[in-house]
């Protein structure tokens, strides 16, 4: 019953670091996202995959990119960290037509 | 374009009586929606989702919610709170494309008093 699984849990990075956040999911779904979620705020799109090998920018994309590995991975990696990139971070997965999206626990990132 | 509006940023409500979550949608398509509860430090779980079926929906912990277009609305309801439901609650409208994006909205925290 793993579901979409995220590594970290939590982390803390000092401005200009990089950092791949990490997405696994087990339920053979085509479809993959990750999201940001600030303080009042619902979830915001970074990026999309339909496929492995296809990805696409959502809502707010600058300074993230996307790597859809296989069809059970898709990392999100910062290159140079800002603080206003400091979030909760989450990974969601999607079988295909009306299927719901299926959500991991998040990462937590603080950048200082 | 689509968007949601929660209606209440907070519902207070207590122990044993009736839950109401507001929600106002817009699309451009034929929409569906969905609503998911996140408790503290956790992932969002899909309470019940809308997609062009039945009206009412049932979902999951006795909630439910029902669909009325006329009024673009999809608010969330349940007879009876129970402590265990105190948590975070989006609505959330899918987008017609394939990529299936999801708008959500601000959330409404929900409290159980005692």
């Known amino acids: 019953n793993a579901g979409v699984t995220q590594t970290p849990k939590f982390q803390v990075l000092k401005t200009g670091q990089s950092m791949t956040l990490q997405c696994a999911q087990d339920?053979?779904?085509?479809?993959m996202y990750w999201y940001r979620q600030d303080p009042g705020m619902g979830l915001r799109l970074i990026y999309y995959?339909?496929?492995?090998?296809?990805?696409d920018k959502g809502e707010v994309p600058n300074g993230y990119n996307v790597s859809r590995l296989n069809k059970r991975e898709f990392s999100l990696r910062l290159e140079s960290a800002a603080p206003s990139q400091t979030s909760v971070y989450f990974c969601a997965s999607r079988l295909q037509g009306d299927q719901p999206q299926h959500f991991g626990d998040g990462t937590r990132l603080s950048i200082l | 374009a689509q968007s949601v509006t929660q209606l209440d940023s907070h519902v207070s409500v207590s122990e044993g009586t009736p839950v109401l979550l507001r929600c106002n949608y817009s699309?451009?398509?034929?929409?569906?929606l969905f609503w998911y509860v996140q408790h503290p430090n956790k992932g969002l779980q899909l309470l019940l989702k809308?997609?062009?079926?039945?009206?009412l929906v049932k979902g999951i912990n006795g909630f439910e919610a029902e669909f009325k277009k006329s009024e673009t609305s999809f608010h969330l309801t349940k007879p009876s709170a129970h402590m265990s439901d105190a948590a975070e609650y989006f609505c959330?409208?899918?987008?017609?494309?394939?990529?299936?994006?999801?708008?959500f909205g601000s959330g409404t925290r929900l409290q159980v008093q005692p």
């Open positions: 995959s339909a496929s492995e090998g296809t990805t």
């Open positions: 339920m053979n779904h085509n479809s």
């Open positions: 809308y997609t062009s079926a039945a009206t």
């Open positions: 959330v409208v899918s987008d017609g494309t394939g990529r299936r994006a999801l708008t």
């Open positions: 699309s451009s398509y034929s929409p569906s």
